[in-house]
């Protein structure tokens, strides 16, 4: 509400893997739990707020180099069923950045991981062309939280 308030035209918002499952392990930690709960309600009242989001969901968040691996977008959580389902933090923060006024990315939520090097994949990531290629956005009925 703040944000809207003040003008913000844009919010790209970085998220979490597991989303879908309310039974996910990051549910459990904390004093309160329910971590990914919570992204998810912040996620539902962004979309529903009327301001031109991106929503993007990272695998594991690794310390490697960024720009070196395959990008793998996805939707609804259908990524965790790779091995490995990471991604450097470094490729995330550029994905965000690249994220900003592209009309590709415009109100869109996705899920991404990096392929491991070797992996058999050409590397390509032109993000333009992957978001083009991801049919769909992602499933809020899923374990709705609003």
Request: hydrophobic letters at 40%; charged letters at 20%; one cysteine or more.
């Amino acid at each position: 509400d703040a944000a809207k308030a003040a003008g913000v035209k844009e919010v790209i918002l970085i998220s979490s893997l597991g989303g879908t499952d309310p039974s996910h392990f990051l549910n459990t930690m904390g004093d309160q739990g329910n971590i990914l709960q919570w992204k998810r309600k912040a996620e539902q009242y962004l979309i529903s707020s009327g301001l031109s989001y991106t929503i993007i969901h990272p695998g594991g968040l690794i310390d490697e180099a960024g720009g070196v691996k395959q990008l793998i977008l996805g939707l609804d959580d259908k990524l965790l069923d790779h091995n490995p389902r990471n991604i450097p933090r470094a490729d995330v923060a550029a994905l965000a950045v690249e994220c900003i006024g592209m009309p590709e990315a415009h109100n869109r939520s996705f899920d991404v991981i990096a392929a491991p090097i070797g992996a058999g994949v050409t590397l390509s990531n032109d993000l333009a062309g992957l978001l083009s290629g991801l049919k769909g956005d992602c499933d809020y009925s899923m374990n709705s939280q609003i």
